[in-house]
């Protein structure tokens, strides 16, 4: 008698952790305490994609950076953080998580990723084409505060034109003001313009040389 209790307990326990197990699988059947693979670097390849369509947009905008003298503009910045979330996403290292979710979760995000690498990818190709016969100057004296002024000159067949940027001192400069100049004149890489700086701020005086006018001439530069 006593045996028979013994087995009847053990098939009853049996029975029960099977139906324990049973209970836990989700609809999917995945069992609840499984765990799944998650890539801690993708993670990051997402924020550097996410970070870099920022840059680009903000190159668009009309916004640059500067570090130790040197202008970078938005579309490289924006690229280097796009190559850098592309080799992320190659070199993963898949750690275990739990909560496992349904079949098709993750799909949506991995779409819209997908579709921003590739719209920054085609945002940045037409800002470096767009650049491709600009140059910049940062040009000098400084103005107080670390307050700078920088200038991107472009020119294309008869048609010149340029853009003045001012940098605080965190090194992030904002479009400010335009010029257009005949015959594809660059004041800036030719010597003819003033930077002058005062208490109150800075004003970049450009003008032509000959026949070849500049217009507007006057540009107002205010760090504050």
Do not use: K, Q
Not at 55 to 61: L, R
Not at 115 to 132: F, K, S, Y
Not at 161 to 182: C, N
């Amino acid at each position: 008698m006593t045996g028979d209790a013994g087995g009847h307990d053990g098939t009853t326990d049996h029975v029960a952790a099977g139906a324990r197990t049973g209970a836990v699988e989700d609809r999917a059947g995945t069992p609840a305490g499984a765990r799944r693979e998650v890539s801690y670097p993708s993670v990051a390849a997402a924020g550097c994609g996410v970070l870099a369509a920022v840059v680009v947009a903000a190159g668009w905008s009309g916004l640059l950076l500067v570090v130790g003298g040197r202008v970078v503009p938005g579309w490289a910045l924006g690229g280097a953080l796009l190559v850098a979330s592309l080799t992320l996403g190659l070199f993963r290292r898949r750690v275990r998580e739990p909560a496992p979710g349904p079949r098709g979760a993750g799909r949506g995000p991995r779409w819209a990723l997908t579709l921003l690498t590739v719209g920054t990818a085609l945002a940045g190709a037409l800002g470096a084409l767009n650049d491709l016969s600009a140059t910049y100057h940062v040009l000098t004296p400084d103005g107080p505060g670390d307050c700078r002024a920088v200038a991107r000159e472009t020119s294309f067949l008869f048609a010149g034109s340029g853009a003045v940027y001012e940098v605080g001192p965190v090194g992030i400069g904002r479009r400010v003001g335009s010029w257009t100049a005949d015959d594809g004149y660059r004041p800036i890489a030719s010597g003819t313009y003033e930077l002058t700086w005062g208490t109150d701020g800075g004003v970049l005086n450009v003008s032509g040389r000959g026949g070849d006018p500049v217009w507007p001439a006057l540009h107002e530069l205010d760090c504050g």
